[in-house]
């Protein structure tokens, strides 16, 4: 009889233990879905000193309007994330909650380096991206890449690398491009295309990773960058077209074709 008391009483206080922490458990479900845990204030701030260039707080709340769910506590952060990195301009994105209704959202935006192809972007990261290229500045002049899917990177790379060898002939690239072979075209702010063969890139599994500087390159471009301005001297008053670096101790020249004159005597 003493045995059985005993496990009657324990029983009855493990479901009054039960009871207890089922109502602990209602109660604290019924407050945090009380309405004054609803996220009602969205802060977006850039996560750099300087203000936002190709984007704003109110383009973002709309392209995320209706995809954020649940409020203060229930709210999954990481698709939140997701939701204000799939906005236009956003590149990456830090949200955490501020007690008690309030997300805070630092955004780092997409900065372009170059148009990709027909009608995307690309940044310094060598990432892909598409936005609305209508609110880039129009003085901002940037150079065109063209090439095959996943040489991107590389490309960012070659343009680096091309640039501080032009600066030195006080000129820029304003044109990549890299066919499907990995034979690489480069054309300068003077007009004037230079055809540079295939990319030792393109030896590797991984482009990014690649040869930083590669030797064939670097030995045909500073003999370039050498000698152009003697070449250019001999040839002024005639435009050139195409300068082929793949030659091993020299490079051609190709001049633009002179307009055919019109001869008045045809004319009607």
């Known amino acids: 009889m003493w045995n059985e008391a005993r496990l009657i009483n324990a029983a009855a206080n493990l479901l009054m233990v039960l009871a207890v922490l089922a109502l602990l458990v209602g109660a604290l479900i019924w407050v945090v879905r009380l309405p004054a845990f609803d996220i009602k204030r969205v802060v977006i701030a850039p996560n750099a000193p300087s203000a936002f260039e190709y984007m704003s707080p109110d383009v973002v709340r ?6 954020l769910e649940g409020n203060f506590f229930s709210m999954d952060l990481g698709q939140a994330r997701e939701a204000f990195e799939a906005a236009p301009w956003v590149r990456e994105v830090n949200v955490k909650r501020v007690w008690p209704n309030e997300l805070h959202v630092d955004i780092q935006e997409q900065e ?3 148009l990709w192809n027909e009608n995307q972007l ?5 990432e892909v991206f598409t936005a609305n290229r209508a609110v880039i500045d129009e003085r901002v002049d ?3 890449f063209y090439g095959p899917e996943g040489s991107a990177a590389l490309l960012v ?19 990549l491009t890299l066919n499907d072979r990995y034979a690489l075209q480069a054309r300068l702010s003077n007009g004037v295309t230079l055809v540079l063969g295939r990319d030792p890139g393109a030896e590797t599994a991984d482009p ?3 040869v930083p500087g590669a030797v064939s390159f670097g030995e045909r471009i500073e003999r370039f960058v050498r000698n ?10 005639q ?3 195409r300068v082929d670096l793949r030659y091993p101790n020299g490079f051609a020249v190709t001049l633009a074709q002179p307009p055919t004159p019109v001869n008045p005597n045809n004319e009607r």
């Open 62 to 67: 709309s392209a995320i309007a209706g995809r």
């Open 112 to 114: 372009p380096l170059a």
């Open 122 to 126: 690309l940044n310094g990261w060598g």
């Open 142 to 144: 940037l150079p065109q």
């Open 157 to 175: 790379q070659r343009y680096a690398e091309l640039g501080q060898w032009f600066e030195k002939l006080g000129l820029a690239v304003d044109q």
């Open 208 to 210: 990014q990773a690649g």
């Open 228 to 237: 152009w301005p003697q070449a250019a001297e001999q040839l002024e008053g």
């Open 239 to 241: 435009t050139v077209e």
